[in-house]
């Protein structure tokens, strides 16, 4: 079980670029979340998927931040046109569908903007 | 919507001592309360969790109290040692599956020799 994937671990990006960020859940975990992590800061909820549904995004930026989980293949957070406040580590977690447990975190994608 | 509170931000103890992390929340609909381990470098592990139905909880040298009434629970870890040196989190959430965890802001243990 290669536990919940995520990359790049590190990614740079100019202002104004776009950012892909992945994440390959837990085998058999259909439940995907997003979290953002600025530095000496706790984990600050984004957004909550399932495969091809969006569950909650009330943690999203109103712009330029969009996720996807689709049917096949890895949930994709994206950000667009980046700038400097978007420098910080994003990390993915899942979890098995029907749980109350908590899940699983990813190794997170450091995201730098230059 | 939720708010949780975490104290102290950094602690500092002596290999062998007992170590407790002290966490509030504010919305009573919370029910599930994992506390999350994180090293430098890497994502959070899960750690520990209680339920609301339930008012402790331990696995060898760590323990987490609940209150519900005082909406507080604390992490309790005894016999400390170098490898405990981390960063700890706790989190509450009010509906299993359905919401996100809300994060306090950490505290960072550091064991000394």
């Known amino acids: 079980n290669a536990g919940v994937m995520q990359n790049p671990r590190h990614l740079v990006r100019r202002r104004g670029q776009e950012a892909r960020l992945r994440c390959s859940p837990m085998k058999g975990h259909s439940h995907v979340y997003w979290y953002r992590q600025l530095p000496e800061e706790g984990l600050k909820f984004m957004v909550y998927?399932?495969?091809?549904?969006?569950?909650?995004e009330s943690g999203m930026p109103k712009e330029r931040f969009s996720a996807e989980f689709p049917k096949e293949g890895p949930s994709i957070l994206r950000i667009q046109q980046v700038v400097r406040g978007d420098s910080a580590a994003y990390f993915c977690?899942?979890?098995?569908?029907?749980?109350?447990?908590?899940?699983?975190f990813g190794s997170g994608t450091r995201l730098t903007v230059v | 919507g939720e708010n949780v509170e975490q104290h102290p931000s950094t602690l500092s103890v002596q290999e062998g001592d007992s170590a407790v992390i002290k966490c509030t929340y504010s919305d009573s609909a919370s029910n599930y309360f994992p506390w999350y381990k994180q090293e430098l470098g890497k994502g959070p592990q899960l750690i520990i969790d209680i339920r609301s139905n339930v008012g402790e909880k331990k696995d060898q040298r760590i323990a987490v109290t609940l209150n519900k009434t005082a909406k507080h629970f604390s992490l309790h870890i005894t016999e400390t040692q170098p490898e405990d040196s981390a960063v700890y989190f706790c989190?509450?959430?009010?509906?299993?599956?359905?919401?996100?965890?809300?994060f306090g802001k950490g505290t960072h243990l550091i064991i000394q020799p």
């Open positions: 989190a509450a959430r009010k509906k299993s599956g359905a919401d996100g965890l809300t």
């Open positions: 977690a899942s979890s098995p569908p029907g749980t109350a447990s908590g899940y699983t």
């Open positions: 998927l399932q495969k091809e549904n969006i569950i909650d």
